[in-house]
DNA sequence: GGTGATAAGATGGTATACCATAATACCGAA
DNA sequence: TTCGGTATTATGGTATACCATCTTATCACC
């Protein structure tokens, strides 16, 4: 593994755990002491997570954490629930038994993420759920496209996780979406994740719109 | 615009226009040569142009375009025809007539394009007329994912397109779209957009898997 | 003559020093 | 207090040096 590609994680976990917030100024050199690396490896990362969407540049000014509002949280929740339902539906159609298997077990690592209560292992166990489903589907780059789009609301969907852990009504809901794909059921699965999906979209606006008014005042 | 925006666009133009090869190496300093820039630059325009797809990095070998396979290609189309079938249900739905005016423009020019011949035009007037289309409907979001993807299958788009304006049942087809739109009828502009990109991906699948077969000569 | 080892070159990866420019903050004079 | 200039800071951009690794070509030895 390369310096960048540990410096382009390290950077990623930071902006997707929050420890650098949203709007703030990603100034080169003391990422370059931060991260341990030279300026080459921290401009070359910056790039990369400019062309992913996490970073702005601004002109003359450096670059900055993108800012996430909720018009562009929106539009990617409805992106997510198309593609989303579209996996859902195909891998419900396409599951064999060793498919099942795995996301059984997938789903075992959330259940038990969902009752340790850690923001962070919900956070892995949910995506390793979601990459089951679009690997049954074999749809690779919508899922490219899913995990890019998480990145942009990261923040917002860790806050989202945080608190759906309170009302496990979340579990049920995913539970609902593998034992759809358990009994090959197209239907039942793509109305099962879009419920899950809009439930989340919700919190997530709550959540968002709730701070950017606090932030305001 | 700063030297690397101009890098970005010249190696992005030059994959586009098939300048470089898919699969042919991206060598650093020779790059630098041609583009007239220094080997950072080069090397961040790299680093954008991999994580928007257009150019893979072999583990101690160096960048090279991107090979587009069938089965990546296939992907991609099927995730267009999720976003731009509900980009132009959408758009149904909202336009005004300050869009439709717009939309018209578009198409108009889009009819040049077509009687022309040019390919680049045919090119620049398509992306036109569906940048205006998710414009209307108010997914610049999706409209930046679109974007990407077709990135990645630009050389398949600009050979689709070659092939297509022969026979003028493509303009046939986007005049359907328009016209659905401009009577604000969601489910015929959703058909019509289906249509219109089955018959897209049919053509290209046909000149990529000829072209595949011939390179395995 | 064929095979394997070694040396040379090419390439990627990393680090640093340097310059020009733009923005900004600060400070002194009117 | 305000205006204007200066110093600082950060960026964009460039050049270069260094090392590791991979490839390739050469050459000696069998």
Not at 20 to 24: I, K, L, P, Y
């Given at each position: 593994m390369t310096l960048r590609d540990m410096a382009l994680e390290k950077m990623r976990a930071a902006i997707i755990a929050g420890h650098?917030?949203?709007?703030?100024r990603l100034v080169e050199r003391p990422l370059c002491d931060q991260l341990g690396v030279s300026r080459s490896v921290v401009r070359e990362t910056i790039r990369y997570l400019e062309a992913e969407g996490l970073v702005e540049i601004l002109p003359n000014k450096g670059p900055i954490v993108a800012k996430l509002d909720w018009e562009n949280a929106q539009q990617i929740y409805e992106i997510r629930m198309l593609l989303e339902t579209s996996a859902a539906q195909k891998c419900a159609e396409l599951a064999k038994d060793g498919d099942k298997k795995k996301l059984g077990k997938a789903l075992a690592q959330l259940k038990l993420a969902y009752s340790s209560g850690e923001t962070n292992d919900l956070f892995e166990a949910t995506t390793l759920f979601y990459q089951c489903i679009f690997d049954i589907s074999g749809q690779n780059v919508a899922w490219e496209v899913v995990q890019r789009l998480n990145g942009r609301i990261s923040r917002l969907r860790a806050m989202t996780l945080g608190t759906r852990d309170r009302h496990d009504a979340g579990y049920k809901r995913i539970e609902k979406i593998y034992s759809a794909i358990e009994t090959n059921d197209p239907q039942a699965a793509a109305a099962a994740i879009q419920l899950h999906l809009t439930e989340a979209a919700n919190i997530a606006k709550t959540l968002l719109t709730a701070e950017l008014s606090k932030s305001e005042k």
């Open positions: 650098f917030q949203s709007g703030d």
